[in-house]
């Protein structure tokens, strides 16, 4: 391997609980503390979420917004932003009426799930190409919306970060490249073991890497237990790579890990005992063909 491996670290997502990671980040102030403390282990991007201070749960405040980038771009300018654009596509069936809403849908126009990629101009955000079950919910990203949250994506200079939950959303982002509403090349994460997707084996990731487009940049990760086993797998295919307290709660099986910190450190390890070794934002941005700065 002689090209420089990306690590993106998940600070935080919106389904994992302080139930399950007690040391989960929570506020805008801890999620910056986490996420700069990832950055100094040696990620070179961080995955933002936020969320609610009081509830735990997911958000699409633009104040939590703002106050998360400020946190962070305040004490490191170097770091690249990944902001996730994925709130605002859950649906709950209601079980007397399956085409009402019940409690707990975030379902919304996609011109709302971008406002704060507009507004605050990360490097990165994601562009969730998944329409699946998961958890408790439906996720819902309607080609027509993806079209419309593509072209605000790009006019406000952001790189968008292609979600693949599943071999039929490669397809689709198939689709949009040979219709110009996406570009390439492509930076392509693979997600797998979410349940009802992609399932997390070698064989999933090596099928799913063999149909992407020439020259895309790509990582993948796994959910939960299957964290570590495909961050290894990723390297090994020649891919990018992601860990964070977003996908799992857990540094080895039985022990929480304490924070994203040290997911990052043992992440580092294992792709230096493989033979590789991890850019730097400058290199990643080089890699990814981002800017040198904003």
Known sequence: MTRKTILTCAVTGNLMTPDISPHLPVTPAEIAEQALDAAKAGASIVHLHIRDPETAKGSMDMDLYRDLVDRIRDQNEDVILNLTTGEGGRFIPSLDDPKLAAPGSTLCAPEKRVAHVEKLRPEICTLDFN???????????????????????????????????????????????????????????????????????????????????????????????????????????????????????????????????????????????????????????????????R
């Open 131 to 293: 329409t699946m079950w998961s958890g408790q919910a439906s996720v819902i990203n309607a080609p027509w919306n993806l079209e419309k949250m593509a072209k605000r994506i790009y006019a406000a200079k952001v790189k968008p970060e292609i979600e693949i939950f599943d071999s039929g959303d490669l397809h689709m982002a198939r689709d949009f490249i040979a219709r110009g509403i996406i570009k390439t090349p492509l930076m392509v994460q693979i997600v797998l073991g979410v349940r009802f997707g992609a399932v997390a084996n070698p064989e999933t990731m090596a099928y799913l890497v063999s149909q992407l487009p020439t020259d895309t940049e790509w990582a993948a990760f796994g959910i939960g237990r299957m964290a570590f086993p495909m961050l290894a797998q990723a390297f090994l295919l020649g891919g990018h790579v992601r860990i964070g307290m977003e996908d799992t709660a857990y540094i080895r099986k039985g022990e929480h890990c304490t924070s994203n910190a040290q997911l990052v450190e043992k992440s580092v390890s294992i792709i230096d005992s493989l033979g590789g070794a991890i850019a730097t934002p400058d290199e990643a941005r080089s890699i990814l063909g981002i800017p040198a700065s």
